[in-house]
């Protein structure tokens, strides 16, 4: 990379703080079979500035000169299909130097980028089939940095995860395969807030650290000062800071010379695995990424055997991710509580009951285990309406037939599905022999290799018909839940809000699965607040609903204004979401936006019809049979006029709430 691009790289001995980020950047650069890091926090934590002056402490590598892929040739594992063939006809490679890259993935990057393609200009000029290398050839022995990794569409973080974990990308493309190696240290940084990453992926990242802000006085005051020394003059401040430099660039180097000397003793590699299963560690990457992160440590520090102490060390970068939580929970492992386990005898291996589970010895089950099913018991039937129709609130989990029709997996994750509409995100091409969405680029390319044998006829390419392809695209299906929740001064605020609090946490532990939003919206005293946007973060829920304020009037029309508004813009975001509001009330609105509080009702209840948000109304008034012909709210005529299903629920509970919810949706995949 040119050493003009790297001059507004701060240096990495000047980052202030953030030591736990460093030492596990620090640990890759000397060993990348670590397997990379995972980098958790908010926004101008210093993620983005640690990544790309790590860079700088990496010393020139050695690559075959004019190899599009960086190939090492000190070792014959690490070349190409290309520089083996020479190697094999006795041609020697020739070597260069060059300084490691730093490649950004971009979030909106395709396969083909990614992977790599034909080369169409080639092909077309020359009739030879060959390669263009993808962003895999170009990080080859350098660094991949994805910033929001966790916004990444999840076909192409697979590809990423694959190749670091095989060290080898494959293209097959018309008819060419070429493998190329793919080593590199694979760094991602996530805020939290912006949803998570799936588990299966969690598991691809060696380390994982979480960043926040710094809080004490002086060290944000050194910050500033150093942000600003280095602004003004960039060069002299990198002078300044290039002793520093040396000195770590010398401790990387001697610790890569060391690293293949440096021996685990058996007790502790048996130690290791029997503190990931105490911990309910399932994975079996979780021994390998702590025994080689040890050693990398034991080596950076200049010793060539791994200690109690480096095990420890390794286990807190290595594990957080990789424990079983619960989905609220931010994945950090308990000092003291590993101290205990690295200390202490491990325990009585676990008995096999004859039905196949595995029971902890002299310890009885957890209450309510044996009885409940897995997604927990709804309690008691409950009959509600809609539509006039009644349905049995306990039956209302989904069954396999129904996973079936609304094209979900048996752990209830929403698969993408392929569109035969001209709409979706376009994946891959495919022969046809009526194509209606041509893919251009995938038609070239199957022809350009044969223009040599083609008369074009004044042509610049000549197109058969067994060339052309048709687009695949996949649209996901996806939902954007907004719950309006009564928090006026009425007797069943508080168990209002709790019930939806409840349910928004439910439906947010598969968000990140099934890419869903959830948001809420309260209303009481004079309007309405969007206490949560729509999301897909669990986090963020758990913050922002801590504390919800109840009491005074219900500006009913309010919230539903507020409501559309919020559609309004999601659905310009997103054109390919299901809006579904969800309103828990008595219906009992007093504030209007006009002076006329049922005008104000009809004609927003059908707005939000028309705008073709699916509506479900949860009415709390009580659902005695000698009440029902007395109710004072509005809560049916809202669901009639935007064309919406009606519950009327007396005893409300988060379950309950959550198993409406989940029908609702499931009927709305199976319609669309």
């Known amino acids: 990379m040119p050493h003009h691009v790297r001059r507004g790289v701060l240096p990495f001995t000047a980052i202030i703080g ?22 958790r926090g908010e926004k101008g934590t210093a993620k983005s500035t640690a990544v790309r002056g790590l860079a700088d402490l990496l010393p020139e ?9 960086g190939c090492n040739p000190a070792d014959q594992r690490e070349i190409c299909d ?53 962003i895999l050839a170009q990080v080859n022995r350098g660094i991949l940095y994805i910033d929001e990794v966790n916004l990444l569409d999840d076909h192409v973080t697979d590809i990423l995860l694959d190749a670091a974990a095989m060290g080898v990308n494959t293209v097959e493309r018309e008819g060419i395969s070429v493998s190329h190696p793919a080593r590199f240290i694979l760094i991602g940084t996530m805020n939290p807030e912006e949803g998570e990453l799936r588990p299966q992926l969690l598991d691809r990242f060696g380390l994982q650290v979480t960043v926040a802000g710094i809080a004490e006085i002086d060290q944000r005051i050194r910050i500033v000062e150093t942000a600003e020394a280095f602004e003004s003059d960039p060069e002299g401040f990198r002078r300044t800071c290039e002793g520093d430099l040396a000195a770590l660039r010398e401790q990387i180097t001697a610790a890569k010379r060391l690293l293949p000397h440096v021996a685990v003793p058996p007790d502790l590699i048996r130690r290791t695995a029997e503190t990931c299963v105490r911990l309910g560690v399932d994975t079996h990457r979780a021994e390998i990424a702590v025994i080689r ?9 200049g ?29 950090r492992v308990d000092p003291e509580h590993l101290d205990d386990l690295l200390q202490d005898d491990p325990p009585e291996p676990e008995r096999e009951t004859e039905d196949g589970h595995r029971e902890p010895p002299d310890q009885p089950p957890a209450p309510g285990e044996g009885g409940e099913t897995a997604d927990g018991d709804l309690g008691a039937a409950t009959t509600v309406h809609a539509a006039g129709s009644p349905i049995d609130a306990a039956k209302v989990e989904r069954k396999p037939e129904q996973d079936r029709k609304t094209r979900r997996t048996a752990d209830g994750r929403r698969v993408p599905t392929y569109s035969a509409r001209k709409t979706g995100r376009y994946v891959a091409a495919r022969e046809t022999a009526t194509p209606r969405d041509v893919a251009l680029d995938a038609t070239i390319r199957a022809a350009a290799p044969y223009q040599n044998e083609r008369p074009k006829n004044g042509l610049a390419l000549a197109i058969r018909d067994q060339d052309i392809r048709e687009k695949v695209r996949i649209g996901r299906v996806s939902t954007s839940c907004l ?48 206490l949560l946007p729509l999301c897909s973060s669990a986090d963020l829920a758990v913050k922002r609903l801590e504390e919800i304020p109840t009491g005074g009037k219900t500006p009913l029309p309010a919230a539903l204004a507020l409501a559309a508004d919020v559609f309004r813009r999601e659905t310009r975001k997103n054109a390919g979401t299901i809006p579904i509001m969800v309103l828990l009330s008595d219906g009992r609105g007093n504030v209007s936006l006009s002076g006329d509080i049922r005008r104000d009702i009809e004609r927003l209840a059908t707005d939000i019809g028309e705008q073709g948000i699916h509506t479900v109304v949860l009415d709390t008034e009580s659902t005695d049979s000698s009440y029902l012909r007395m109710q004072l709210g509005y809560c049916r005529e809202i669901a009639e006029r935007s064309g919406g299903r009606y519950y009327p629920i007396g005893d409300l509970a988060p379950e309950q709430v959550h198993a409406i919810v989940e029908a609702e949706r499931n009927r709305l995949f199976q319609e669309t």
């Open 18 to 39: 953030q030591e736990t980020m460093k030492r596990a950047l620090l640990l890759n650069a000397v060993n990348p079979r670590i397997g990379g890091v995972l980098i």
């Open 61 to 69: 590598i050695e690559v075959v000169a004019g190899c599009p892929f």
């Open 82 to 134: 290309i520089c083996c063939e020479k190697t094999k006809t006795g041609g020697d490679l020739a070597i260069g130097k060059r300084r490691v890259r730093v490649v950004d993935l971009p979030l909106g990057a395709t396969e083909d980028r990614v992977v790599g393609t034909i080369d169409i200009e080639r092909a077309i000029k020359e009739g030879v089939r060959a390669l263009e290398p993808g």
């Open 293 to 301: 992160t040890a050693k990398t440590i034991a080596a950076l520090e």
């Open 303 to 331: 010793r060539s055997e791994v200690t109690l102490a480096d095990i420890r060390e390794a286990m807190e970068l290595a594990l957080p991710h990789r424990m079983r939580r619960r989905p609220f929970e931010e994945p």
């Open 483 to 530: 719950f309006l929740v009564d928090a006026s001064g009425s007797m069943g605020a508080v168990r209002r809000m709790e019930a939806a609090k409840g349910a928004v946490l439910s439906l947010l532990e598969e968000s990140y699965l099934m890419r869903d939003r959830v948001g809420l919206i309260a209303f009481c005293g004079s309007g309405a607040e969007n």
